[in-house]
């Protein structure tokens, strides 16, 4: 007689209690499945045991309950975009796919909010509000693809961060279920609300170490009637940077204000035939005005005069939306055309104060003197001060040994000049290495008291921050 003897595997053992919870379809353990699940926008990869589908936060507070009786690690997942780690699990266990909770619950024109479930795509909710007239600000490059939950577990930024704020001034109410499976709420759908200790801000940014949200009510705005692009070309660093801080001076606040070095614009140069850049030009700056029609032509044309009293080279606008568009195309395209420049790279979201900007270009310029191998590329929204600060490097161990030594005397100068080593990333276990930099010991201890009293036996995102 044939007989086979089959070992049960930890993955085997957790999808038969998974699947009893949520139902076998929700519930993913082939290795080509947990091999898509493996990694994130960090480039890591760390395989998980299993991977659920929750469809409900009844489905999500199951799963916690069962992962804290026994003690297995949960990684909550949007859409795996983050660039600092946050998805990866890094100690297996379970991850959390939220892609299936993809809902628009309401949208309430009249409160001015929307109700969403945490797979909604940021893009997603910011074109349904718009149908209203309604708006959505915070935005994210990956915005098309990246999700509601993602957004706000590392409170996301983007080019609308100068006028508007990044994804904590949007989120009114959450739903989170905690590591021991209890469902709570937080915040209320009001605009305002000063009840008590304000733990809805608390888990924003918390990238799914605190809690895990299965419900988000976000604040919109009225959708402005009309953008106008500008798009000015410097000779200097200091020029741009110089018109950037008048801009703001003279008590005007674009809805983008986006800074292009020379290393960055030689990436996309010749990328939109539309769009010549002259030899001598060694910064841009890109700007969006928006509001009603009539004060949008105002701004533009007192932005325009400032930044020629700047000595901007040439100014150009875009006519329609779809000249606008192609002025953001190159913007766009400048995060993957560095890979023009060399294989791999180092991307950093360091935010300083508005008035120390050139300090810190100054003193990346001075670093970079000292790792003549490496390359720089520095982009990104010069409104909010947090610049991309991008250090690229060829293979080989050594160079990137290199490439970190210098991420690191980057981000030591950042923390020097009052800055913060993460403006938009958050920390993941990619940034843990430089969290005391800017956290002194006794927050830091705050920090982890808190996480202690919301998961107790740290089974939420395990390895990530600290
Ligand atoms: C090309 C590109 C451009 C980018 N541009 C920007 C940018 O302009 N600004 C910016 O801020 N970031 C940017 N990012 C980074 C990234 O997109 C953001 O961090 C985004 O918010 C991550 O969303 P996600 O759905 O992919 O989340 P994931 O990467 O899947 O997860 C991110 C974190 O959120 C947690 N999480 C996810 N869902 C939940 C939930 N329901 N409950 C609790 N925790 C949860 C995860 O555990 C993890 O810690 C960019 C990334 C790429 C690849």
Redesign the pocket.
């Known amino acids: 007689m044939n007989t086979t003897t089959t070992k049960k595997t930890k993955t085997d053992g957790l999808t038969h209690e998974l699947s009893r919870l949520i139902g076998k379809e929700n519930v993913l353990h082939l290795l080509e499945d947990r091999i898509c699940y493996s990694y994130?926008?960090s480039k890591q990869k760390y395989l998980p045991d299993v991977v659920v589908r929750p469809q409900s936060a009844q489905h999500v507070s199951g799963i916690l309950r069962f992962a804290y009786e026994q003690e297995i690690p949960v990684?909550?997942?949007?859409?795996?975009?983050?660039?600092t780690g946050?998805?990866v699990p890094v100690k297996g266990g379970i991850v959390l796919d939220?892609t299936q909770m993809n809902h628009i619950v309401e949208i309430s024109p009249e409160d001015l909010t929307a109700t969403v479930e945490?797979g909604v795509i940021t893009q997603t909710l910011q074109n349904e509000v718009a149908k209203h007239k309604l708006f959505y600000p915070p935005d994210?490059?990956?915005a098309p693809?990246?999700?509601i939950?993602?957004?706000?577990?590392?409170c996301?930024?983007?080019?609308t961060g100068l006028k508007y704020g990044v994804t904590r001034d949007y989120i009114l109410a959450l739903e989170v279920v905690l590591a021991n499976g209890s469902i709570i709420h937080t915040g209320r759908k009001t605009l305002k609300s000063v009840t008590g200790y304000d733990l809805t801000r608390l888990f924003v940014g918390s990238?799914?170490t605190m809690?895990?949200?299965?419900q988000i009510t976000v604040k919109l705005l009225p959708l402005p009637e009309k953008i106008e692009t500008l798009l000015a070309f410097f000779a200097t660093t200091q020029d741009a940077v110089q018109s950037a801080s008048q801009i703001i001076f003279n008590n005007l606040l674009p809805r983008a204000m986006e800074f292009i070095d020379k290393s960055s614009i030689n990436c996309v140069k010749g990328y939109k035939q539309e769009i010549q850049i002259p030899a001598e030009v060694n910064a841009l700056l890109l700007i969006d005005v928006d509001g009603r029609e009539s004060s949008v032509k105002a701004e533009a044309s007192l932005i325009e005069k400032i930044v020629r009293e700047n000595n901007a080279l040439t100014i150009a606008s875009a006519k329609s939306s779809k000249e606008r568009n192609t002025l953001w195309e190159v913007r766009r395209a400048i995060?993957p055309a560095l890979y023009n420049i060399a294989p791999y790279k180092i991307n950093e979201d360091i935010c300083v104060p508005r008035s120390r900007i050139l300090e810190i270009l100054d003193r990346i310029a001075s670093i970079h003197k000292q790792y003549p191998s490496l390359k720089v590329a520095s982009f990104g929204h010069i409104g909010d001060g947090n610049i991309h600060v991008n250090v690229m490097y060829d293979n080989g161990e050594q160079q990137r040994a290199l490439a970190e030594r210098m991420i690191e005397e980057i981000l030591r100068n950042t923390v020097e000049v009052g800055g913060t080593v993460s403006g938009?990333?958050?920390i993941?276990n990619v940034k843990s290495a430089f969290l005391s930099l800017e956290i002194p010991p006794m927050e830091l201890g705050i920090m982890k008291d808190i996480k202690q009293l919301f998961d107790p036996k740290g089974i939420l995102?395990p390895g990530?921050i600290f």
């Not at 990684?75 to 660039?83: D, E, I, N, Q, V």
């Not at 996301?156 to 080019?159: E, K, L, M, P, V």
């Not at 809690?211 to 299965?214: E, I, L, M, N, Q």
Request: glycine letters at 30%; charged letters at 15%; proline letters at 7%.
């Open positions: 994130d926008g990684y909550p997942r949007g859409a795996g975009s983050g660039l946050g998805a939220f945490p994210p490059a990956s693809f990246s999700t939950g993602g957004n706000v577990a590392e996301s930024g983007g080019i990238e799914g809690g895990v949200f299965t995060s938009e990333h958050g993941g995102n990530k």
